[in-house]
Each structure stands twice: as C-alpha cells, then as structure tokens.
C-alpha cells in the first residue's frame, strides 16, 4: 500500500476529482455542475462553499474519508508566473489566488486543498502549476517592440510525460533534455532543458502550430487587416482561442471523425489534417536546434496522439533527431499524485511560495516595456 493521494482540478463546469493509492487511481471522477446551479453565483470565487460540499459529496459517495488521506495535490490558476515543481499551499498562496483578479474557477484549486489540508493536519501541494515560466531570455525576444513571449501550455502533462520518458530512456528530468508535444484541443510544444521548460509556443496567446481549435501563428498583416475590416475583438479572439485551427478549416476538432473523411477521399481533410501534424514535426525541429541537437527523447502527448496517423507523420520527420515515445491522453491527475508522492518521499524538495513572479520583464538598458504589463 502507497501514500493515499486526493487530486482535484476545478474547470468551468466541473471538477475533476481522483483519489490514488501511490500511482494507482483508486477512481476518478468529473464531478458536473449545473448550468443553473453555477448561475447563483456571480463570481468564481464565490463557488468556494458550493464546489467543497460537493467534492465532499463524491467522496462520500466513493466510501473516502478526508482522514484516510495523506496529501492533497491540485491543479491551481493564478499562481502567476513562477518556475516549476511543486509548491506547499498555505494562507500565502490562498490570499494571492483569490485576489489576482482571474474569474475562473480555477482558481478554487489552492483554497478547496487547503481547507482539506488544514482539517486533516496533512499537506497540500500545488504541483508545476499551469502559470510555470521558465523561459530563457532569448526566448521571450520578438521583433515587435515591446512584446515578449511568455509561457502559457499544458506544463502539468508537459513536465509529466518528460519525466516519464526520462525514466524510459534510463535518465532523470534533470539530467535529460526533451521536446514535448502535447496535442488535444489546445496544442503545446516544449524545450525541457536539464528540468527546465527553455522555451515554448503560448497557447493563450495563440503562437505556435495550430490546434484542433485554435489558429497558431498567423502573418500580422492579414490579422491587423482583418481587425480593421469590422471584424470585433470577440470573433479574432474565438479564431485564436475557440474556433481556429481543425474546427474553422473542417468544421470538426474531432480527429476521429477527420480521419474517416480522409479515409473517404476528402483530399482538403488530409492536406489540412497533415498541415497541423507538419507544423508539430517543424516546432520540434526548431527545439532541437535551441538543444544544439542534443536531444535524449521527443515525446507525443494528448488525445490528438492516440491517432496512428498524426504519430505517423510527425515520427516520420523528427525520428532522426531523437527517439520518440507516445503517451497518448491526458496524465494531469496523475501527474498531480506523483508530485505528491514526490514531496513525501522528499526525493523532491518543496518550495514555498512568495508571490514574486519568476519573470517581471527586462531591467537592462534599452529594454522596452511589455506592451501588456
């Protein structure tokens, strides 16, 4: 028997909730929230009560008791940026989240942990939390004055498949240098460099190749066209962030369904289809020059990679550079577990949390302001 860890990710409709025994998820669960139920509340923020009772409730339901716990881990918004590993949560980290400004529920995640930590006397752990930047300087820099690249991906499930590739190859995290493409409906590529997240594309802000559902990198000019052409700052921001990529091209973000129209002969399904694997194989490329080809192990993450033909295309292009592993699906709950387990074995040290951002823009001479700070 293993440490007894409670996981939990509170998402706009629903929270996710597993309970594991070490590494083995004794079940889990995505416990929805009503439309009308959430409409009682005008804030994220003011879910706290609501969204404790009911993970309660599925805890009841499964037979655990939060006494039968020996650490809480989560997924926890508006950390800000910060490097990554794994940080205990305390009143520091609660007082920051609920008063960062960000209306979405996932912001719950530290303070849901740390009422359930603090009624058990157990802790609470909030693990490469999705704000992560660890980006080297060099990576931030654009020719558009004033605008620096920052890190938004999927650095739980990044880091995750990282770590378990390095086992695989017989390395460690820290001692390996890997490219992670995680592809679902949002699309990430990494450079982890000896434990580090170097560089990425920024899902948020729509760099990068082109996702199910999101745009990727675009030339400006059509863009800025575009916007001054009556097209509103809502409909851009649903291209970039929603409705882009697979979905505005085909009309589907589905893989599945892709595949069987090009199964079919729908010559414009495989050229935008394989368009998106292209773009994956040629971020990897440009990683692996930023690893000066150094590379111990590429990775395939995300629902998109359970695809023979996606991993097809892109091993077929990027083999040469390193071997591939695929870890198809989502490890984000489990991820959380493990950097639990991590902390109670100690064979990870746990850091406290200061609320100083790991990036606050360029003091040298001559650097101009981020145009969003």
Known sequence: MGYKILTLSPGSTSTKVAVFDGTEALFSLNVTHPAEELAAFENAADQFEYRRDTILAALDEQGIRLEDIDAFSGYCGAMGPTVGGI???????????????????????????????????????????????????????????????????????????????????GLTYE???????HVGGGLSVACHDHGRMVDTNDVLEGSGPF??????????????????????????????????????????????????????????AAVVYDAMAYQ?????GAFAAVLAGKVDGIVLTG??????????????????????????????????????????????????YTGEPSWTGFAMEGAIADVEG
């Open 87 to 169: 940080f205990a949560i305390d009143d520091t980290v609660c007082e920051h989240v609920m008063n960062a400004g960000v209306n979405h529920p996932a912001i719950l995640g530290a303070p849901l942990l740390h009422a359930f930590a603090r009624a058990t006397d157990k802790p609470a752990y909030a693990v490469n939390q999705p704000d992560t930047d660890e980006l080297a300087d060099v990576a931030r820099i654009t020719g558009f004055p004033g605008v620096y690249r920052k890190s938004h991906v999927h650095c739980l499930n990044q880091k995750e498949c990282a770590i378990r590739c390095a086992e695989e190859l």
């Open 280 to 284: 994956v194989a040629k971020a990897i």
């Open 303 to 352: 629902g998109v990679s359970h695809d023979p033909r996606f991993v097809s295309y892109v091993t077929e292009r990027v083999s040469w550079i390193a071997p591939v592993k695929v870890y198809a699906g989502d490890f984000e709950m489990d991820a959380l577990a493990s950097g639990a387990i991590r902390a109670l074995e100690g064979t990870e040290g746990v850091m406290t």
């Open 175 to 181: 001692t390996g240098s890997f490219i992670v493409a």
């Open 211 to 268: 996702a199910p559902n999101r745009s990727g990198d675009a030339p400006l000019k059509p863009v800025v066209k575009l916007a001054y052409s009556g097209a509103s700052k809502k409909e851009l921001d649903g291209v970039i962030g929603k409705t882009g990529g697979l979905l505005g091209l085909l009309g589907t973000d589905d893989a599945r369904q892709i595949t069987a129209r090009i199964e079919a002969g729908d010559e414009w």
